[in-house]
């Protein structure tokens, strides 16, 4: 079955994509990091790069100058089976936050603690 704005969001909230990440993913951006973190891995798990590059921080590790290979970089990526996104802790403060979570990506377990900081808007930075 293709994969619509009224399919079941991949972040896993139940929700169809239209009333959950594809609010964010319109926009590129989300409210809050946790928001951010489950639409990035929905814009992963869609193939939506220029949510992942417009959500990434400039100054991140993870910013790639090449934008072409790294938009390729993030479509290969998709093509994996995302399965499940497992919040484990969530930690907000004003300008930054961390997100602990373990996302199921074909047959392993991706885990990591990512810090988020706020700007004009909230952006990834890094594992932690
Ligand atoms: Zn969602």
């Known amino acids: 079955m293709k994969f619509s704005k009224n399919s079941k ?4 909230s139940g929700k169809k994509y ?18 951010l973190m489950k639409s990035r891995y929905s814009a992963y798990a869609l193939g939506n790069a220029d949510y992942i590059i417009k959500t990434t921080h ?3 590790p993870h910013y790639e100058k090449d934008i072409k290979a ?10 994996s089976e995302f399965k499940k996104l ?3 802790e969530y930690k907000n403060e004003k300008k930054r936050a961390f997100v ?3 996302a199921y990506i074909d047959d392993f377990v991706m885990e990591e ?7 004009d808007k909230w952006y990834y930075i890094k594992g932690v």
């Not at 239209?18 to 928001?35: F, G, T, V």
């Open 9 to 12: 969001c991949p972040c896993g």
């Open 113 to 119: 603690e990512s810090l988020f900081v706020k700007e």
């Open 18 to 35: 239209k009333e959950c990440c594809y609010k964010w993913h319109k926009i590129s951006k989300a409210p809050n990091a946790l928001l």
């Open 58 to 60: 400039p100054d991140s």
């Open 86 to 88: 497992e919040i484990v």
């Open 70 to 79: 790294w938009k390729n970089s993030i479509k290969n990526f998709s093509e």
């Open 100 to 102: 602990k979570f373990k």
